[in-house]
Nanobody, 115 residues
C-alpha cells in the first residue's frame, strides 16, 4: 500500500534553515508528481510546492518562492523540501502528498519557527 513518511521537522529560529524529507513506498515513485502541503493552527491546509515525476518542473506558492525548494531523488524514492530564510509564519505541520486516483498523505512533520 502507499506509504509516505515525513521527517526533518523541528524548532528553528527566524532566518534559519531546515530540510524535510518524505520517503515513499508502495507505488512507482518516478511515475508521479509529488507535493508538499502545510497546515498552520486554525488554518486550512495549503499547497506549498509541487514537483513533476522526473523533477523537471516545479511550482511554488507565492509565499515561499525564493525561500523553499522542492527536489526529488527517484533512486531513493524520496522527495525533499529545503527551507531557507524561515519566518514565524512558516510554522505549520508539513505533509507530503501524492495523488494516485485519490490523495495520499503522510503523518506530517511539525516545523516551528520561533526565537
Amino acid at each position: 500500500q502507499v506509504q509516505l513518511v515525513e521527517s526533518g521537522g523541528g524548532l528553528v529560529q527566524p532566518g534559519g534553515s531546515l530540510r524535510l524529507s518524505c520517503a515513499a513506498s508502495g507505488f512507482y515513485f518516478s511515475r508521479y508528481a509529488m507535493s508538499w502541503y502545510r497546515q498552520a493552527p486554525g488554518k486550512e491546509r495549503e499547497l506549498v510546492a509541487t514537483i513533476s515525476n522526473l523533477g523537471g518542473t516545479t511550482n511554488y506558492a507565492d509565499s515561499v518562492k525564493g525561500r523553499l525548494t522542492i527536489s526529488r531523488d527517484n533512486a531513493k524514492d524520496t522527495v525533499y523540501l529545503q527551507m531557507n530564510s524561515l519566518k514565524p509564519e512558516d510554522t505549520a505541520v508539513y505533509y507530503c502528498n501524492v495523488r494516485i486516483i485519490r490523495a495520499y498523505w503522510g503523518q506530517g512533520t511539525q516545523v516551528t519557527v520561533s526565537s
